[in-house]
Every structure is written in structure tokens, then in C-alpha cells.
């Protein structure tokens, strides 16, 4: 394993050439170390235009490939990410902070298993044959697709691969034509796929990769030569793109943050996941758009909850991203960490108490925080209601199952939820009754590439991943003839 990779692709992708950057410069900091890793340039007013340009140009000859020419050019990409999984993976550990035993598997694994999956769903044929019709003359119709266009993808900064992947693995199978945006904290491994894609031979300009700062990511997702714009980040920002889009009429997908509930009723034995939960929530800091963080707990069960969860503190190791044993890393920034932090201490200030926490001190070096599991605050408070996007969770009591329905519920966002339950059959009445894209019972297991993933109110707009994802870029065309 080569630790200490830094990918050295300062290059923008443009018309799959390399093409040196022409706007802001910043510095890229390694979270866990603080030191800085690289100094980027990003794209200048002109290469955003650039970049759209060549998509634009490119798209008619993509959009014109069969199904399985697409397929085989996604998966020479595939290859090519894959013969490089090693240095994906350091680039992002340094990058990100993710611990390298998580990493390996959530941020890059996983990625190119929805690659290869979206690559084989390129060939599929989505014709639906409506049939006849005789009002007010026979008729049949079938149903077609056709590409939305060039696609504007914007990420943000917790997964670099994997939300890029769920973007242009899908756009591309679509036929649509991209340009990747991704978060200017973490731009050293989206610019690298750059470079292999250009590696891996796909067609010019067909896949272009830019980076900058919210300016850019404005002059991106307004451009009028952008007709859908595909966004992950916070609902905030998600907001002002939706905005910026409007003016084109461009479509939009929005994938947002969340407040997800992890419920658990009355009759389960808490002792066989408590600790799962808690690591569960924790992982990657906390830094994950659907963490369980919103715990409901049936209040016969409270108590042996907290004293189960103890031992999850115990083997929270917070630190080095390299050590196989640490599974918290830092927050990306030192602003963000001053955020979480505001959250921890408001919440104090307000009568909230930490019920369990990690004993050991931070490091000195990185933007860490130490895991905290916060109770006794309404679930009105801010803590509760709010996305922290940190190693913090709160826990509440709730009386029965109708209750802890209407606090799950009783959110802005709508992104992803659990329920612990002491049978299936109870456990799919409750995720019936809960707002969220996505229900885990019992745990659920991992993200699945051919299933939807994405949320309703402040989570967002649209659904990536599996079938839906890839209609995100497909429109519908109806074909009608006499019969
Ligand atoms: P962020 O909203 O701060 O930034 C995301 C991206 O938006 C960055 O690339 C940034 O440069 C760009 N940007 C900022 N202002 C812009 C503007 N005006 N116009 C266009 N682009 C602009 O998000 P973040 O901190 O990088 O990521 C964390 C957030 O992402 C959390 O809220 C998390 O829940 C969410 N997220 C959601 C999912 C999901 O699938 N639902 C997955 C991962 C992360």
C-alpha cells in the first residue's frame, strides 16, 4: 500500500486533454496530519465555458453509440480505476481522513461495483410497449428514452469517488455527456480519474473534470449549455442550485443531508446491536449523509440501551487514518470541527448532558473530535433537528410506536431511517409509516447498486442509483402510430 499517495494531476480534463488551470489557486490540506498536500488551481470563467463546450460537442456522437458500445467504454473505465484501487485509496485516506478500514471498502470498492453495475445497465433496452389504444382511432404506442444532454455533476467532500460514480456512471450509461465538479476541500482524486479516464480512452470530451470554489460550481450550474444539473451537498447549497438552474429550465437532482431517525421498539434485545449502532453512526466521523444519529429508544429499553452502547465508546479509536485500528477519523476542516463543537456545547447550555463519550484525548495534530452521545434535550432543540455531520448522536425516549413514528417523522429532512424491531413483520408496518428514501430493518446491510437512494423535504430532489438513477438523465419519449 503506497500511504503517503498523493496523486500529482494538477491538470484540469477538458476535451480529454489535459489543460493547466486557469483561475483561484488554494492549498489542500491532509485533515488528519494538517499539512498540505497539494496547491490546485481551478477552472477559470472561460475553461467552465470550455468544459461545457466539449461535452456539448461531444454529446451527439456518445448519444448516437448503441447501448453496448457505451457498456464496453464504462467498463474499460472501470478497468482502468480499479488497476488503481491502491492509489485511489491512499489519495483519499489523505485526502478525506476516512480510516483505511473503512475506506477500502465504502470509498473505493463499492464505487466501482456501481460502475460495473451501471456499465451492464447501459445496454439495457427501456422500451415499454403500451399496447393499443381507440379513442378516437386505433392507436399504439410505445414508450422510448432519449439522453437529457450534458450534465453538470457537483460533489461534495465526504465521498469523492463513490458520489461522482453514482453521477456520471449513470449519466454516461444514459448517454448524456458530464462535467464533474467535485468539493474544492478534496479535488486531488476526482482530478486523478481525470487522468485515467483519458487512460481508459473515452471518446473526447465526453467526461471532463474541473475544479474550483462556489464560483465556479455557480457558473457551472447555470450555464445555458448545462440541461441538467445533479448535486450532492448540503441543502443549503442545494437550495442556491436549484436557483442557478432555474434560470435555464435545467432539471435538477438534489442530494441533500438528513437527521436519520434509528428506531427502536419495545421487545428487542438491545445487547446485540447496541454497539452496532454506535459504530454505526460514528463512522467516517460522522460524516455521512444518511448516519443514524437520531436515536428513538422505547423507554422500557433506555436505560439497558445506554449501559449496552458503553463498550461501542470503548472501541472508538480516534486518530491516524493509517493505524488498521482507528475507526474515527478527523472532520475535514478546522471550521467544520468548530461547528460540530458549537453543537456539543450549545447543547450543554441548553440542559442537554453527553450520556457516553471516548475517554482518551484527540491527538494534537488534525481537525479531530471525540465521539459524544448527547440526551436529555426536547426534540425540538437544535442538536436534534439539525444536520452536525459529526461523531455526535442524540438519544430520546419515546412511550409507544406511535410516538416514535411522529418524532422520525417530525423532521425537515427525509433522507434515511432505521427501525430495530422483534420481528420483521412489525418492522415493515413502522418503515411503511416513515418518511425516508431509504428504511433499514434491523440493520439493513449495504447500499445496494441496484437500489434508489435519496430522500424528499430537505434531502433532496430525485433518486440516484439503480434504475432510478440512470432516468435521472433519461427523458421519456412517446412513439404513437395508427393502426
Ligand atoms: P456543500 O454543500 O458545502 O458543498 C458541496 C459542493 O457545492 C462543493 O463542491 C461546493 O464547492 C459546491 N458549491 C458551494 N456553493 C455553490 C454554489 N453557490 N453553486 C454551486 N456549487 C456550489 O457540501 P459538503 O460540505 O461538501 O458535503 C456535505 C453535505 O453533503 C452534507 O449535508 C451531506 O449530508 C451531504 N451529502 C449528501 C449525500 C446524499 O446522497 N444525499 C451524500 C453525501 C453527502
Not at 202 to 210: M, T
Not at 288 to 313: N, P, Q, T
Not at 332 to 341: G, S, T
Request: glycine share 12%; net charge negative; hydrophobic share 40%.
Amino acid at each position: 500500500m503506497e500511504r503517503d499517495f498523493v496523486p500529482d494531476v494538477r491538470t484540469l480534463t477538458i476535451g480529454n486533454k489535459p489543460v493547466e488551470p486557469a483561475g483561484d489557486r488554494w492549498d489542500v490540506a491532509n485533515p488528519a496530519t494538517e499539512e498540505v498536500i497539494a496547491t490546485v488551481g481551478g477552472a477559470s470563467a472561460d475553461q467552465v465555458d470550455q468544459a461545457v463546450r466539449a461535452a456539448r460537442d461531444a454529446f451527439d456522437g456518445w448519444a448516437a453509440l448503441s447501448g453496448e458500445e457505451r457498456s464496453a467504454a464504462i467498463h474499460r473505465l472501470a478497468d482502468v480505476l480499479e488497476s488503481r484501487t491502491d492509489q485511489l485509496l491512499a489519495s483519499i485516506v489523505n485526502e478525506v481522513g476516512t480510516p483505511v478500514s473503512l475506506a477500502e471498502f465504502m470509498q473505493v470498492k463499492m464505487g466501482l461495483g456501481h460502475l460495473r453495475w451501471q456499465a451492464d445497465a447501459a445496454k439495457k433496452d427501456r422500451t415499454q410497449h403500451l399496447g393499443a389504444y381507440d379513442v378516437p382511432v386505433p392507436t399504439m404506442s410505445d414508450v422510448t428514452h432519449y439522453p437529457v444532454g450534458v450534465v453538470a455533476a457537483i460533489t461534495g467532500y465526504n465521498y469523492p469517488l463513490n458520489l461522482a460514480i453514482f453521477k456520471f456512471g449513470a449519466a454516461l450509461a444514459a448517454g448524456c455527456t458530464v462535467v464533474l465538479l467535485p468539493s474544492p476541500r478534496t479535488p486531488l482524486t476526482t482530478l486523478f480519474f481525470g487522468d485515467l479516464s483519458r487512460e481508459a480512452g473515452l471518446p473526447d470530451g465526453v467526461f471532463n473534470v474541473i475544479i474550483g470554489g462556489a464560483d465556479v460550481g455557480q457558473l457551472l450550474s447555470s450555464h445555458p449549455g448545462v440541461d441538467k444539473v445533479s448535486f450532492t451537498g448540503s441543502d443549503t447549497v442545494g437550495a442556491k442550485i436549484m436557483e442557478q438552474a432555474a434560470a435555464n429550465l435545467s432539471g435538477v437532482t438534489l442530494e441533500l443531508g438528513g437527521k436519520s431517525a434509528n428506531i427502536v421498539l419495545p421487545g428487542c434485545d438491545v445487547e446485540d446491536f447496541a454497539v452496532e449502532m454506535h459504530l454505526r453512526w460514528s463512522r467516517n466521523g460522522g460524516q455521512g449523509c444518511a448516519a443514524l444519529a437520531r436515536l428513538l429508544v422505547h423507554e422500557s429499553l433506555y436505560d439497558r440501551f445506554l449501559e449496552a452502547g458503553a463498550a461501542a465508546f470503548d472501541q472508538m479509536k480516534v486518530g491516524d487514518p493509517w493505524d488498521p485500528a482507528t475507526n474515527i477519523g478527523p472532520m475535514i476542516r478546522p471550521d467544520h470541527r468548530e461547528r460540530v463543537q458549537g453543537f456539543i456545547d450549545a447543547s450543554l447550555a441548553d440542559g442537554g448532558e453527553v450520556l457516553l463519550s471516548v475517554g482518551t484525548p484527540v491527538p494534537d495534530k488534525g481537525y479531530f473530535i471525540n465521539p459524544v452521545l448527547l440526551g436529555g434535550l426536547p426534540h425540538t432543540a437544535r442538536a436534534v433537528q439539525q444536520e452536525i455531520f459529526g461523531p455526535v448522536a442524540v438519544i430520546l425516549p419515546f412511550r409507544d410506536t406511535d410516538e416514535a413514528i411522529r418524532l422520525a417523522n417530525d423532521t425537515a429532512f427525509g433522507l434515511a431511517a432505521n427501525v430495530w424491531a422483534p420481528d420483521l413483520g412489525e418492522g415493515r408496518r413502522v418503515a411503511e409509516r416513515l418518511r425516508a428514501g431509504t428504511v433499514w430493518i434491523n440493520g439493513g446491510g449495504a447500499m445496494r447498486p441496484d437500489a434508489p437512494f435519496g430522500g424528499s423535504g430537505r434531502s433532496g430532489i430525485g433518486r440516484e442509483i439503480g434504475e432510478w438513477g440512470i432516468h435521472e438523465y433519461l427523458e421519456p419519449r412517446h412513439i404513437q402510430w395508427r393502426v
